[in-house]
């Protein structure tokens, strides 16, 4: 992940939940346009590109 900052311990069950849902999304999806793995890809880099180029944190709870 990042050398900034590493989730805690409770943090890993919000953290496989939310994967769980980004990826069964990436499915549904997937299922309804019946397109290659390739254009999935794409579509997750679209939103990862939002990440990688805002160096604003998009949101941050208070600790």
């Known amino acids: 992940m ?3 900052w590493e989730p805690k311990e409770e943090h890993q069950a919000i953290i496989a939940s939310s994967l769980e849902f980004i990826f ?3 499915a ?6 019946h397109c ?11 939103v ?3 990440y990688k180029t805002n160096q ?8």
């Open 2 to 4: 990042s050398n900034d």
């Open 24 to 26: 069964d999304e990436l």
């Open 28 to 33: 549904e999806l997937q299922e309804a346009l």
């Open 36 to 46: 290659p793995n390739s254009f999935i890809v794409e579509i997750a880099n679209k």
């Open 48 to 50: 990862i590109s939002e």
């Open 56 to 63: 604003i944190t998009i949101r941050r709870d208070e600790e």
